[in-house]
């Protein structure tokens, strides 16, 4: 095995050369090669001819038409007996040759992580990372707010190496000195907060909670194991949360502090934006847990998201029931499962009415624990789905979109709102979840980012156009996405083939959504009917079909 790595790298050293730049960065080109362009008069042979007397090397040196039109040429030379560096120079002295460089080699613009195992996350490519780590890697809000994210969990090792930079800290708190140091109304919570035992006791240290943050925040680009999807961020940990008391508990502290934050304007608390719960009980329906999902909406009076893990067990929660699934609350997103072929997994639950998106969970490879013993491997289950979901609310703050995130501290709920309509309105289609989900779709951050982008780059008013209809033929819910060149109210109307108004509604374009109306059609006999959208002169109209 030894003999085959030098080989390896012996083979990969003679192929590409690597140069140093002053920036620090490096450059890759390709050995025994340069480009050069002739000058229109001069012969390519007598260049050659030239060149080979000057320096010669165990093989003459051959090229070849590159571009004819422009006069340039491929140079081949054996490096192993040529001075590459001697070479560049004298053919730069040349009075023959008009240009000669290096054959680089160029690299795709999406940001990768240097992390040795990030060649094994395959779940972070499925979801547009690379791309979407080009623009952000995390960390603060344009405002400079730094963001934060609560795991709720029985316990997770925060020592973890590639988890301790990430570990929120509550800098106003003294550790374990038995007081509320910052009067915020708990006592030693310095590294979050354990409901059971009061204080931030990490709780019991488990494999799971160890994965759930590792997915949401592994410290990205550190040369070490792997990267989350925010290399940047601050993970709360709320431990030993198994009993609806501790839930709830947990939740509590989490709306405290991101209220503080609020009213304060950041001089305490902490900037939550979201909050994980990679557990639940099946088989269970909201009616007979309130307490539980009143959480949920009081977390989000505040601008507080929550991510949920729907059943790993493939039951319609809708008719079977789940929790939280159930809890109908504005602010929960639940997740499910899909696998590396993106396709939903059998083992997870769905619900036209109660699971929102998809997300990749099996086995996803992310930060582990044995133990006090710090592990990578794999981690699988709508509990793996989910924190992708939440590490994508987390990044979408960071974008440097100062009008998506402006009013965090002041209407607080609106901007939590707009971030998860940006998240479920940007899924990429997907047919194993279509009528099984509310978006049909799994979670696309590259595509929630190129959202931002054209919204808060001025482009996302377009000329008037109904952009897709979907699905198309439909049976029960039609969607209609559109584009705008203003956010005034518009007109959107459905004819049947006769010419006949069958409906009419004034919509207002949001400048931070991805505009997507929704008709119920269930009703309407199986027939060809259009759909119309505009105001004054100005109409687009698209044919759909009913059966």
Known sequence: ???????????????????????????????????????????????????????????????????????????????????????????????????????????????????????????????????????????????????????????????????????????????????????????DDFRGW???????????????????????????????????????????????????????????????????????????????????????????????????????????????????????QNVDVDQQGDMPSTCPSEYLIMVTNVDKFDKRKPTAGYGKNHVDLGAPGDGSYTTYSQGMTAQYGAFTGTSAATPHVTGAVGLLYSLQCGDLTADALTQPALCARRIRDIILENVSPNETLENITKTEGRLDVAASVRAVQELCGGLGAGPLDILWVRPNPVQDLLRVRYQTPSYVPYQIRVFNMLGQQLYEETIVPNPFSSNIWEYDVHALPAGVYAVSFGRKEAWRSVKFVKY
């Open 194 to 312: 354990n409901p059971r035992t009061e204080n931030d006791d990490p709780g019991a240290i488990g494999f799971h909670g160890t994965a759930v943050n590792g997915i949401i925040g592994a410290k990205g680009n550190n040369s070490i194991g792997v990267a989350g999807v925010n290399w940047n961020i601050k993970l709360m940990n709320l431990a030993n949360t198994e009993l609806e008391s501790e839930i709830i508990a947990a939740y509590k502290y989490v709306a405290d502090m991101r209220k503080l934050y609020n009213s304060t304007n950041g001089a305490k608390g902490a900037f939550v934006v979201a909050t994980n719960a990679s557990f639940g009980i099946d088989y269970e329906f909201a009616v007979d847990h309130p307490l539980w999902c009143a959480a949920y909406d009081s977390l989000g009076k505040v601008g507080v998201l929550s991510m949920g893990a729907t059943a790993n």
């Open 1 to 187: 095995m030894y003999i085959m790595n030098i080989r390896y790298y012996l083979t990969l050293a003679a192929f590409f050369v690597t140069l140093t730049w002053a920036a620090g960065q490096s450059l890759e080109r390709q050995a025994g090669e340069l480009l050069v362009q002739l000058n229109a008069e001069s012969s390519p042979a007598s260049v050659l001819f030239q060149l080979n007397q000057t320096i010669p090397g165990a093989k003459p040196m051959e090229w070849e038409p590159l571009v004819s039109d422009w006069q340039i040429y491929l140079l081949h030379f054996d490096e192993s007996t040529i001075d590459a560096a001697a070479l560049l120079r004298v053919a730069q002295r040349m009075v023959d040759i008009r240009n000669v460089q290096w054959n680089h080699r160029v690299f795709e613009r999406t940001t990768q992580p240097n992390d040795p195992d990030w060649m094994m996350q395959d779940d972070m490519t499925m979801i547009g990372l690379p791309e979407a780590w080009d623009v952000t890697t995390g960390g603060l809000t344009p405002a400079g707010d730094t963001i934060v994210v609560a795991v709720l969990e029985k316990g997770a090792l925060l020592d973890h190496p590639d988890l301790e930079a990430n570990v929120w800290h509550n800098w106003g708190e003294i550790p374990g000195n038995g007081l509320d140091d910052d009067g915020n109304g708990y006592t």
